[in-house]
C-alpha cells in the first residue's frame, strides 16, 4: 500500500510539473455522412464502413489540430454514425465499451476488448497525434434474466462520449443520461453519471446534449465536483429565439463559470449548426453557418483553472436589483404570445427609450433601455414567463427576454427570427428569480454573440458595457428552476 501511495503521489507530482495555466482547444463541427435509412439492420461490416467515413474526415481534423498544437479536441455526438436508427438498426454500429479502469490502449491492445474496430481507430488517432480526444459512439451491454430492469432484446444500448489521452488510453466513459424524445435506439443508464478526468490543463467533465438542461450530471459536476472545463459532444437543433447552439452554450458557462468545449454536428437541414469554444468571460470562438454544407475546425486559448479568476468576483444574487425597483408599474398594454410552446407575458418597447416592467407568476422583469433610434418597421418587446415547460422535455424556466418580434404584429413575438436593424445605445435587464441559475444571452442580428460588449453585475443586472455594435435580436437572462422540474 505504501508503495502505492508513494507512486500515485510522484505521478501526482509529474502531473502537476507538466500543469499548464493555458491550453489550446479544438473544437469540429461535422457534418455527418448519415447511413441510408433501412428497416432492417445492415451487415456489422457494412456499418463499419459508414463509419470509418465519418473517421476519415474526423482524422483530418484531428491532424489539422495537433499541428497546431491543440491539446485536446472534441468532435460531435453522433458524429461516427448519424441518427436514423432504430433500436435495432443501431446495433451493428455499437461496440462493447469497457471501463476505463482496466487501463486499456484500443490502438496497441485490440484484441483485448475485441471486436472493437472503431474504439480502436480513435485510440490510434489520438495516440499517433498526441492529443486528447473526445468522441461519441454507441456503447451495447448484455444483461439477463436476473436483471429486471433488462430490456427483452437483452441488452442495454446506450448513447455514449468517450475521452482517449494523448497516448490512445481510454480514460473516460460516459453514458448519457437526459435522452431527448428521439433517441427510442437508446436506454436511459439507472442512475447519472458523473464523469471527471484529472488533466495536465485542469479537470474536465463531460455531457451530452440535453443534458446540458438539466441538475444531473451537468450541476453536480459544475459546481459540486468542481470541474474547469466541460466537455460537450452534441447534435443541437437551433431553436430561436432563446436556444440557439452559440446563444446559450456561451450564456451556460457565463452562468455556471466553467469553459465548454461545445462540438455539434452540421446539418443545415436539421438546423443544426453551432459550435463554440466558451470560457465564463464570453466566446473564445464560436461558428454558426447556415450557407455551407461542410464543416468547421474551431482554436482558441482558455484558462485552465478558470474558477481561479473568478474566486474575486462577488456572488450574484439574481433578483436584488429587480426586487429593489418592483414598485415601478407594469406597462398596460400587455399581450400574450408563444414562444417555443411556452405562453410569455409581454409588453411593448413603444419609446425610443425608458423603463418597462412585466410580470408572470412570481417573476418580475425590469428593463431600462434606450434605442439609437426606433424605426417604425421593427417590434421589439419584453416578455416574462414562470412556468413548466413540456414540450420535447419538461423542466421549469423563469425567464426575462427583450426581443424582437418577427413583424410588427405582436402574435409574431417570440418566432424565430435572425436579422434586425435597430441599434441600442444601452440595456439593462433584471428579474426577481427565485433560482441561482440564471444564463445571460445577448444575441445580435445574423445570429452573432457579442463578447465583452456585455456583463452581469452583483444585484443581477444583465447590462450592456459598452454601445451594442450591432442591431439586437434578443437580450434574455434564462433561468433554470431545477427543483420544480
Not at 471486436?115 to 456503447?139: K, M, T
Request: hydrophobic share 40%; net charge negative; aromatic share 10%.
Amino acid at each position: 500500500a505504501q508503495a502505492l501511495l508513494r507512486a500515485a503521489a510522484l505521478a501526482l507530482a509529474a502531473l502537476q510539473a507538466l500543469a499548464s495555466d493555458n491550453f489550446l482547444a479544438a473544437v469540429y463541427e461535422h457534418a455527418v455522412v448519415l447511413p441510408n435509412a433501412t428497416r432492417e439492420p445492415v451487415s456489422s461490416d457494412d456499418a463499419l464502413a459508414l463509419m470509418n467515413r465519418n473517421m476519415d474526415i474526423l482524422e483530418g481534423a484531428v491532424q489539422f489540430a495537433a499541428r497546431q498544437g491543440a491539446h485536446i479536441i472534441v468532435t460531435p455526438e453522433d458524429g461516427v454514425y448519424g441518427w436514423r436508427f432504430t433500436r435495432e438498426t443501431i446495433y451493428p454500429y455499437l461496440e462493447d465499451i469497457p471501463d476505463p479502469a482496466v487501463d486499456w490502449v484500443p490502438c496497441t491492445d485490440p484484441a483485448r476488448f475485441a471486436p472493437a474496430p472503431v474504439q480502436e481507430r480513435l485510440s490510434c488517432l489520438a495516440r499517433d497525434n498526441s492529443i486528447y480526444l473526445v468522441a461519441n459512439i454507441g456503447d451495447k451491454k448484455p444483461c439477463g434474466s436476473s436483471d429486471p430492469g433488462c430490456p427483452s432484446d437483452g441488452r442495454y444500448q446506450y448513447n455514449t462520449a468517450v475521452v482517449f489521452d494523448r497516448q490512445g488510453k481510454l480514460v473516460a466513459r460516459y453514458h448519457k443520461y437526459n435522452l431527448f424524445v428521439s433517441e427510442a435506439q437508446f436506454d436511459h443508464p439507472k442512475e447519472p453519471e458523473a464523469i471527471t478526468i484529472e488533466t495536465p490543463f485542469g479537470k474536465l467533465g463531460i455531457i451530452t446534449c440535453f443534458d446540458i438542461l438539466f441538475r444531473e450530471p451537468t450541476v453536480v459536476l459544475a459546481h459540486e465536483l468542481q470541474v474547469d472545463t466541460v466537455l460537450f459532444p452534441t447534435a443541437w437543433m437551433n431553436v430561436l429565439p432563446l436556444f440557439s447552439a452559440v446563444e446559450f452554450h456561451s450564456a451556460w458557462a457565463m452562468g455556471v463559470g466553467v469553459n465548454l468545449l461545445a462540438a455539434n454536428t452540421h446539418n443545415i437541414s436539421m438546423s443544426m449548426t453551432g459550435s463554440g469554444i466558451y470560457a465564463p468571460g464570453g466566446a473564445r470562438a464560436y461558428y454558426y453557418d447556415v450557407e455551407t454544407l461542410d464543416g468547421h475546425l474551431l482554436f482558441a486559448e482558455l484558462e485552465s483553472h478558470p474558477r481561479l479568476a473568478l474566486a474575486s468576483a462577488p456572488a450574484v444574487n439574481w433578483s436584488s436589483h429587480a426586487l429593489s425597483v418592483q414598485g415601478a408599474p407594469p406597462n398596460a398594454r400587455e399581450f400574450r404570445a408563444l414562444i417555443f410552446h411556452d405562453w410569455f407575458t409581454l409588453s411593448e418597447l413603444a419609446e425610443p427609450q425608458g423603463t418597462l416592467a412585466v410580470c408572470q407568476n412570481s417573476l418580475c422583469c425590469q428593463l431600462s433601455y434606450k434605442m439609437a433610434g426606433k424605426r417604425e418597421d421593427e417590434l421589439y418587446a419584453l416578455g416574462a414567463f414562470d412556468g413548466l415547460h413540456v414540450v420535447e422535455g419538461q423542466y421549469y424556466l423563469q425567464v426575462c427576454t427583450l426581443l424582437k418580434c418577427k413583424s410588427t404584429d405582436p402574435n409574431t413575438c417570440g418566432q424565430p427570427v435572425e436579422t434586425a436593424q435597430t441599434k441600442f445605445e444601452m440595456f439593462s435587464l433584471s428579474g426577481t428569480f427565485g433560482t441561482t441559475y440564471v444564463f445571460p444571452e445577448v444575441l445580435y442580428s445574423g445570429v452573432q454573440l457579442a463578447p465583452g460588449e456585455f456583463e452581469v453585475l452583483s444585484d443581477g443586472r444583465l447590462v450592456s458595457k459598452v454601445a451594442p455594435t450591432s442591431p439586437i435580436l434578443t437580450v434574455t437572462l434564462l433561468g433554470r428552476w431545477y427543483e420544480k422540474d
